[in-house]
């Protein structure tokens, strides 16, 4: 029996809660999209309905784009697949899963859990009028760029251009330049193997 084993000698994040923030956000989002119907007043289940409808596809592709990003990081790539290949799995697993339940099971538990926004108080009132004053920064943002289509679209140019540039000048490789952690490779035998055969799989291993 001959094993090979890479650890990272820096921790590296927890798949399990990047997949629980890759579940509650789908979640999140699904369910201000129908509280928003219900606050214009709406009936909460033809709210559900039309902000289900309205925001399923952007939570379809979400999920097609972060699997494929997932998938090409396990599949492609003998050192990819050995350290990505069980955290892209464990992700692509759980962000197909949170697909399903925001679709079903939690636009179907907003027609019958959701009631009408109440005034808020105290605290709550405060983080109210930050948020409306936020919504009205960006409703004047928006407004002028739409007032200034054109410099808009020179400036979206100018960075799509410049994004490009820097992608092609900036060094590339498998870890960043400044990271200074280390990859420890682990090979593991029978205590009888000889020292040639042992030699040669531990070059095959490198």
Known sequence: MYLCQLQPEQPVADGA????????????????????YVEQGEPPFQAALKGAKQIGFTIVSLTVSLVAVLDSAALHGRHHRSLF???AVTLSIAIGVSAVLSLTLTAMMCAFLLRPHQQ????????????????????????????????????TVATLGLTIALALVVPKGFFPQQDTGLIVGVTEAPADVSFASMMVRQRAAG
């Open 17 to 36: 809660d990047i997949s629980t923030g890759f579940v509650v956000d789908d979640a999140i989002v699904m369910i201000e999209n129908i509280a928003r």
């Open 85 to 87: 290949r069980e955290f």
């Open 120 to 155: 808020p108080r105290g605290l709550a009132r405060l983080f109210e009028r930050g948020f409306s004053g936020m919504m009205s920064v960006y409703q004047h943002s928006l407004g002028w760029l739409m007032r200034h289509q054109f410099t808009t679209l020179v400036v």
